[in-house]
């Protein structure tokens, strides 16, 4: 005999339907961002309030920790883009506010810094190599956003920056502050006379503001691939760089600083390398669209 006849069957009471206002509330939904989108946006905040904190700590005559904030500042601008394109939160308000936070951070702040470091505030000629830096910047912060959505640039151009990157030229203005708190940590007084004199600041200020607007390409190592017999150099070298600049922080960064401007020359030669690679496979691959076919050999 069937189970389902001889067991006692249980009554089954349908479900209440929900009242016409439950439903409506269960429908809804909240609307805004999810927490990922704003991720990036909070740390472009924290590097803004870092940079904005370096101005409070040079009008302290804290130079040391002004240059440690403005060091974070720059991480957090490393940080803030990849991490929105791996959590697939980039929008075009996060890449705005991020270029306003690096004018303030990279453009503003170090030379308001050399100002409080060694250069007169009342001296108009100590006025003009800050004015230019902060103007250089600008321009190159406008011609970076402007280029955003063009997509004409070749392959090869993707890996290079046109002109030197704002984060790194802040690091390059910086060199007097970075060698004058070296010289003080280590107690040498000529060294720090040195950093203290207002023409390397302002040297520094001017040469630098000429490589923020140049055309000059520069590696950006977004997608910079390292050739396998380099892995290991490359890892050593960065486990030495790390322990000098633990041990050496001041000394470190201003060695960094010209680390990175002898490798200029090297990135204008691979940038022209690569370019004439291109040429010529487009030259090639025209010739072999256009050859003329040669023609059957005669019968007989």
């Known amino acids: 005999m069937d189970r389902a006849l001889t067991e006692p069957q249980e009554d089954v009471v ?7 206002h439950q439903s409506r509330r269960r429908r809804a939904r909240r609307r805004g961002l999810s927490f990922n989108r704003l991720v990036p946006n909070i740390l472009t905040m924290l590097g803004l309030c870092a940079g ?5 700590f040079a009008l302290l005559g804290q130079f ?16 803030d883009g990849r991490i929105a394109r791996l959590l697939r939160g980039t929008s075009r308000f996060g890449a705005e506010f991020d270029s306003l936070s690096d004018f303030v951070c990279f453009g503003v702040v170090p030379p308001f810094m ?19 830096f902060t103007v250089c910047m600008a321009l190159r912060l406008a011609r970076f956003n402007a280029t955003l959505d063009d997509d004409s640039k070749p392959e090869y151009a993707a890996s290079f920056f046109s002109g030197v990157p704002a984060p790194a030229g802040a690091g390059l ?3 007097p502050v970075f060698v004058g708190l070296e010289a003080q940590r280590n107690d040498l ?11 390397l600041s302002a040297a520094c200020l001017i040469v630098t503001a000429f490589l923020l607007v140049s055309t000059l390409p520069v590696w950006s190592f977004k997608n910079f691939k390292v050739p396998s017999q380099m892995i290991v150099p490359l890892l050593l070298g960065t486990g030495l760089y790390a322990a000098f600049l633990v041990t050496e922080p001041w000394g470190a960064l201003a060695s960094a600083g010209l680390l990175y401007l002898i490798m200029l020359p090297f990135s204008r030669r691979s940038y022209w390398h690569l ?6 496979d487009r030259r090639l691959g025209g010739q072999a669209v256009t050859a003329p076919r040669s023609s059957p050999p005669s019968a007989g």
């Open 14 to 20: 349908p479900a209440r339907p929900s009242s016409p």
């Open 275 to 280: 370019r004439h690679e291109a040429e010529e």
């Open 114 to 132: 050399l100002m409080m470091w060694s250069l007169p505030p009342r001296s108009r000629f100590g006025f003009i190599p800050c004015l230019m």
């Open 173 to 175: 203005a910086l060199f």
């Open 189 to 199: 007084p000529g060294l720090e006379v040195f950093a203290h004199s207002p023409w």
């Open 64 to 79: 040391g920790m002004a240059a440690g904030a403005l060091l974070f500042a720059a991480c957090m601008d490393g940080l």
């Open 52 to 56: 904005l904190s370096a101005m409070r």
